[in-house]
Every structure is written in structure tokens, then in C-alpha cells.
């Protein structure tokens, strides 16, 4: 089983983003970033979208330790062929030791006076926190970065406070903000920053990305396993390193064929899985099936894109309707049982109405 991560935005026995010196793919991403620095002409925001898991953040504190490496960056772009900064730089150290002076991160935190767990959102008061600092000068004279990892948990109050900032920055200052879900963005954000898109990763992409992180980890891991992780994950490097225990490789596998069979239903088969993830023990086991068909909506919806409203608007309904259900039975500590059969019933309905549209 995977341990418990020590923060929220860290996959539990994975290396954090900001460890992460590899980045696979998304070379076209980091020459859109290096031609931009080269010009002289670099925008202050950075509105980096696409799926969860597919290496924005990574991306992201790649480019942090490039801007706050010793020298002018964008004498060092035109040199560059990519981001890359060797891991003894001493900024790259200090950027993964979380010590540099000049590198701000929002992002949820400890919850306030001692509590157990995490902020649900990021909270107003952390980014006047980093309002403050920017309306200092930099600490070593050159840049500064802020990393928002992801601005879709910011609270209302905190999206506007942190607008100021983007409205107003200081010379040599550098946002670069996660989104899973740009359209979802206040347009005054939005307005304020150049969108560079992320996609989801090819099949063997994230079995490279993963390759490499499982091995940063040093502990043992089944290497087998990782292919068929990656050709669940969407495209995922995160979700496949989520898939890659055994015991959680398992449960996937098997509600994926559940899935793949709609709108066929094993109902025997049904009533074995909702059984799997009721109760206290099968609470982690049921999130990992709820983002399981999450994903798998997520892939036909995209792949359809195209075959119009009709076509897509059961799948669409049903991803709504699952997600509130979902939140309802964990807000309300709800037996799962029910939930696991109607979420299938409902499923098959809408699968066998999409193909009939």
C-alpha cells in the first residue's frame, strides 16, 4: 500500500514536482516559454492548463529553477535548447529544499491553530502573504517566481486578491499558475495571462515518466506493472503512478472492464465491487473507482468531441450526476453499496442513449 503523504499536493511515495528534474514530453511547451524569454519581451503570467497529472507542475518548477539559477535568464535562453538546470545548481537545490528566497508557492497548507489535515482550498490569507512579499524587493536582487499548483483552490476571496497582483506586478516577476480546468477561470484571470496548453501524455510517455519516477523513489516496485498502469492512466503520469500498486492495479483493472462492457452489466460482478469498497477499509478503494470512471467519461467525452451535443449529453449528464452523488456519500458518510449500482445502471443508460443519438 502507499504511505501517507506529508502534503497535499504530493502522490504519496512519489517525488514532488519541485524534485521532478525530468520532464517528458511538452518539448513545444518549453520552446514557447524560451522564445518568449528570448525576445525580451517575457509575460508576467503563465497560465498553464490541461489535464491533472501530465507534468504542469513539473513544467513549472523547471522553469522556476531556470529564472533563478545565478545570471540574467534570458542571456542564458539563447544558448538553451530546453529548461534543464543541473540538480547541484544552487538553485535547484535550494528550489527542491523549498529555501529559496525568491520562489512562492500557493498552494493548500495546514489547516490553521494545530488541526489534523489540510486546507480544502488556499485561502486568502496565504496570498497576502505573497502579496506582501512582492511588494518587497527580491531577495537576491533578480526575479521572482510564484507557483499557484492549482488555482482552482482558490476561494472567490482569494482568486480576487491574488488578480491585484496579477494586475499590477513588479518588474521581474514571474506567475506561473497550474489550472486543471481553464475555462472554469474567472475571465479577469484569464484575460492576464498567456495560456500554454498541456495534453495528456501518449502511452509511453507515461510509462517513461513513470519509469523514471519510481526509480527517483528507490523502493521496491513491480516494473511489469507500470505498462499496464500507463494504458489506464489517460495519459496520466500521475494516475499511473496512483494505478501501480498491485492491490490498486487490480481495482482498476477490474472497473474498467466493467466499464468497457457497458452497456452490458455483470451483476454479480457489480455486487462484488460495491461490497470491495464499502465500510471504513474501502474508503480509498472507492475514491480510486469514482476517479477511475472520472477518467474513463473524461477519455469518451474528449474522443467524441466532435460527434455532437446529442451524442454527448448523456455521458455528460452522468458525469454530473455521479459527481454530486460521490460528494454526498463521502459529505454525509453514506453506505457506498447503492451508489456503486445506481452509478452502473446509470452508466449503461447512458452509454446505450449516446450510441443510439
Known amino acids: 500500500m502507499l504511505q501517507t503523504s506529508d502534503e497535499p499536493d504530493r502522490l504519496p511515495n512519489a517525488p514532488h514536482p519541485r524534485e521532478t528534474l525530468a520532464l517528458v514530453g511538452h518539448h513545444a511547451q518549453e520552446q514557447a516559454f524560451l522564445t518568449a ?58 528550489v527542491m529544499a523549498q529555501s529559496h528566497p525568491d520562489l512562492h508557492v500557493l ?19 496565504f496570498v497576502r502573504r505573497v502579496l506582501d512579499r512582492f511588494g518587497s524587493s527580491a531577495a537576491e536582487g533578480g526575479w ?20 491585484k497582483l496579477l494586475e499590477e506586478p513588479p518588474p521581474r516577476a514571474l506567475f506561473l499558475i497550474v489550472s486543471h480546468a481553464p ?16 495534453s495528456a501524455l501518449p502511452e509511453d510517455a507515461v510509462a517513461q515518466a513513470g519509469l523514471t519516477a519510481l526509480e527517483r523513489m528507490g523502493g521496491p516496485y513491480d516494473a511489469s506493472a507500470l505498462p499496464r498502469a500507463a494504458k489506464l ?11 501501480v500498486a498491485p492491490e490498486t492495479l487490480a481495482l482498476v483493472e477490474a472497473v474498467r472492464a466493467r466499464l468497457d462492457a457497458l452497456p452490458g452489466l455483470d451483476i454479480t460482478g457489480l455486487l462484488a465491487l460495491a461490497e470491495d469498497v464499502a465500510g471504513k477499509a474501502g474508503e480509498d478503494d472507492f475514491l480510486i473507482m469514482i476517479e477511475t470512471v ?17 451524442r454527448l449529453a448523456p455521458l ?18 453514506l453506505d457506498r453499496r447503492p451508489l456503486v449500482l445506481t452509478m452502473f445502471h446509470d452508466l449503461s443508460d447512458a452509454v446505450a442513449r449516446s450510441r443510439a443519438a
Not at 144 to 163: G, K, Q, T
Not at 183 to 198: A, E, V
Not at 322 to 331: C, F
Open 183 to 198: 475555462g472554469r477561470l474567472l475571465p479577469t484571470i484569464r484575460s492576464r495571462c498567456r495560456l500554454l496548453g498541456f
Open 294 to 310: 472520472q477518467a474513463w467519461l473524461g477519455a469518451h467525452l474528449h474522443a467524441h468531441a466532435g460527434a455532437g451535443a446529442r
Open 37 to 94: 524569454l528570448r525576445s525580451g519581451r517575457m509575460h508576467h503570467g503563465w497560465l498553464l492548463g490541461g489535464p491533472e497529472g501530465v507534468g504542469k507542475a513539473s513544467f513549472a518548477y523547471r522553469a522556476a529553477r531556470f529564472i533563478l539559477a545565478a545570471g540574467d535568464p534570458v542571456a542564458r535562453a539563447r544558448d538553451a535548447r530546453d529548461l534543464a538546470m543541473p540538480e547541484q545548481d544552487p538553485a535547484t537545490r535550494r
Open 107 to 125: 498552494k493548500r497548507g495546514p489547516k490553521p491553530d494545530g488541526k489534523p489535515g489540510y486546507t480544502s482550498n488556499i485561502p486568502v490569507v
Open 233 to 243: 492512466s489517460e495519459g496520466s503520469v500521475r494516475r499511473a503512478l496512483t494505478y
Open 316 to 333: 455528460a449528464e452522468v458525469w454530473d450526476k455521479l459527481s454530486r452523488a460521490a460528494r454526498e456519500v463521502e459529505t454525509y458518510n
Open 144 to 163: 521572482r517566481v510564484c507557483i499557484v499548483d492549482c488555482v482552482e483552490d482558490m476561494e472567490r476571496p482569494s482568486a480576487n486578491a491574488f488578480l
